[in-house]
């Protein structure tokens, strides 16, 4: 015969009167508040936010968009609404770069020749297994992460001019509004000791094909010269002063 037991649970927050004796003298801690539920709010209607700056900041591109016809009454705001949305186009435009982009053959029209009027790039023609191609694009990397307005692609050579000789690489062409601009044959073309400050200098000498994304005019050769020479300046004396450094501990 199968035995049933049954507990009985009173309702949540309830307590005995001899429980609560035992509160009084000490032997039980106190009971626990009974749980209300928070009160209702109703969630906010975006309609009845005020129209403000603050409003249009929480606005994605899309929506900005959108709103063009919503703001004319209110030249303030439309007015603000576009320099919103420039300041966006601006900023995507600056950060769709920042890496070295491997491209094919087929690439190369699309990549590098219809790029943008207002954009510089910098191809590095290479092949793998070539120590100075190796160490030139340890350079460009660099300079791609640093200059994220400018673009950086990489091709094979002989992708790129079939037949090219292995000893005219690594090579380095700078393309603006489709034209050729400069070219870099091999290793000599950077110096004895390549570094990415040095790879800068050199670029930039002719023509600023560097461009950070930090100033939003277009910007003058002396001005990105002049960058590139602070940064060359400033790592020099780093590896200054790290010489120094392993001197002294070396005494």
């Known amino acids: 015969m199968t035995d049933y037991h049954f507990v009985y649970k009173d309702v949540e927050g309830a307590s005995t009167q001899w429980d609560d004796i035992q509160r009084k003298l000490g032997n039980l801690p106190e009971k626990p508040p009974a749980f209300k539920p928070p009160p209702f709010a109703a969630a906010p209607d975006p309609d009845s936010l005020p129209k403000d700056k603050a409003w249009l900041d929480s ?19 439309e007015e603000y609404r576009k320099k919103r949305l420039a300041e966006m186009k601006e900023a995507a435009k600056v950060l769709r770069f920042g890496s070295v982009v491997p491209i094919s053959g087929s690439d190369f029209v699309r990549e590098v020749s219809q790029a943008p009027s ?57 393309y603006n509004n489709g034209a050729v601009k400069g070219n870099y044959v091999g290793m000599r073309s950077f110096g004895r000791r390549c570094t990415p400050e040095g790879v800068a200098l050199i670029l930039c000498q002719s023509d600023p094909v560097l461009n950070d994304g930090q100033n939003r005019n277009e910007q003058s050769r002396e001005a990105v010269i002049e960058g590139v020479r602070r940064k060359f300046i400033e790592k020099v004396v780093v590896d200054h002063e790290d010489c120094d450094d392993d001197g002294s501990s070396s005494d």
């Open 59 to 77: 606005k994605n591109e899309d929506e900005l968009e959108d709103l063009e016809d919503d703001l004319d009454d209110d030249r303030f705001l």
């Open 118 to 174: 207002d954009v510089w790039v910098v191809v590095i023609l290479y092949k793998d297994g070539i120590a100075e191609c190796g160490v030139l694009m340890q350079c460009i990397e660099e300079l791609a992460t640093r200059y994220p307005a400018t673009k950086f692609v990489k091709i094979i050579s002989t992708d790129c001019i079939p037949n090219y000789p292995d000893r005219n690489l690594p090579t380095v062409l700078v």
